[in-house]
């Protein structure tokens, strides 16, 4: 791919991850889900040979001046690029011999990552004073479409299948915290060992830092191979306010558990979420970014995407110039560290859909058509 064209793709992935896009048909492409757990309110995409998630049930997307006619991506009547939606899996039509549908046990994320959050519950959840302010973790139960908890043997089976008809390649296990000791640790380990017994399919396993970090021997011992530990927020002021309960768990503590963490994973095998627009300068989560990078961590940036029924249901996405702020440096940055995406032995890193941070991993200098745009 020319450099023109890379450019190109870098810039319009990330207008239309911070801005959305109207769906002239919005029954197109495989189901998506509006609120609950994320990636909510988007729609899987293919644009330039990577697959991103692009918000189309927001607010903001309503407003978007972007428009998906069929497979034609349109500004003010004029077309200015192609997509093509991703299929709907083939396994979402199998049930459990109880009667679960696979689709309430995990689902699919971008093109080939299976997905699914084990417990879906959280200690911190229903009391609002403490919990996590953009979190929907609950209303996806509340609403039916999932199960609170899936067993290592759904678990399995739902992988197992999702291998076998839609070529799935690696999976993301995420977990509600359900005490402050292990954090969740417990069953991501019995959720994986069932799942490696019964399919070779590489896990990333996504949980607070453990109290114990012992735990990281076992998560990676049970099959997981690569660790994700959330910071979010990247201030420590901010995030007492908008994850007053998450944040007693410092951002010191944090770089300690990472460091002991990648002692046991490797490098570029640990990552962590941050989500950009919620009140963290650009200059405050590239100087995390540094850190985490020194220590051998994936700093996955992704723009915030409110969701309804949350107290942050009305916060606003991020700019795309804020976002390009953040992924121009950050790519430069993971270059020259040697830390790319495409390493990642499985999870939200390794997927990319849901930033445009892996695009901007690659090296691009030519001006593209939305340089004046945005």
């Not at 450019?7 to 959305?20: C, P, V």
């Not at 689902?107 to 919990?131: E, F, M, P, W």
């Amino acid at each position: 791919m020319s450099s023109k064209s890379t450019r190109f793709n870098q810039r319009l992935i990330n207008e239309l991850q911070t801005r959305g896009v109207r769906l002239s048909d919005p029954a197109a492409g495989a189901p998506s889900r509006r609120g609950g757990a994320g990636p909510s309110d988007h729609k899987a995409v293919e644009i330039g040979g990577k697959v991103v998630m692009i918000p189309v049930h927001t607010a903001g997307a309503g407003d978007s001046p972007y428009e998906l006619d069929g497979s034609r991506v349109t500004r003010g009547g004029e077309e200015i690029a192609r997509m093509a939606f991703t299929d709907r899996p083939r396994f979402y039509d199998l049930s459990t011999a109880d009667g679960v549908p696979y689709s309430h046990i995990a689902t699919l994320h971008g093109r080939d990552v299976l997905a699914t959050t084990v417990l879906q519950t959280c200690i911190r959840y229903n009391n609002r004073k403490v919990s996590c302010q953009f979190c929907a973790i609950g209303q996806s139960l509340d609403e039916g479409r999932t199960i609170a908890h899936k067993t290592p043997a759904q678990l399995a089976e739902v992988a197992k299948a999702a291998v076998a008809l839609d070529g799935v390649k690696h999976m993301v296990m995420t977990t509600g915290t359900p005490n402050l000791q292990d954090r969740g640790a417990r069953v991501l380990c019995d959720s994986a060992s069932a799942v490696r017994a019964a399919v070779d399919l590489p896990i990333q396993g996504q949980c607070e830092p453990p109290d114990d970090r012992v735990w990281f021997r076992r998560l990676r011992d049970s099959g997981i191979e690569s660790l994700g530990m959330h910071l979010e927020i990247a201030t420590p002021a901010l995030r007492e306010t908008i994850m007053p309960s998450k944040a007693s768990i410092s951002v010191d503590q944090y770089l300690e558990a990472f460091a002991d963490a990648v002692d046991v994973f490797g490098r570029g095998q640990v990552s962590t979420y941050l989500l950009a627009g919620l009140g963290d300068t650009v200059e405050d989560t590239l100087a995390l970014c540094r850190q985490l990078v020194a220590l051998g961590v994936y700093p996955f940036v992704v723009p915030f995407v409110p969701i309804s029924g949350t107290p942050l249901e009305h916060h606003p996405s991020p700019s795309a110039a804020h976002m390009r702020r953040i992924l121009e440096p950050l790519g430069a940055l993971l270059r020259g560290d040697g830390l790319r995406s495409a390493d990642i032995k499985a999870g939200c890193g390794r997927c990319g859909a849901c930033s445009a941070l892996s695009a901007f991993e690659d090296d691009a200098r030519e001006i593209d058509p939305l340089e004046h745009a945005s």
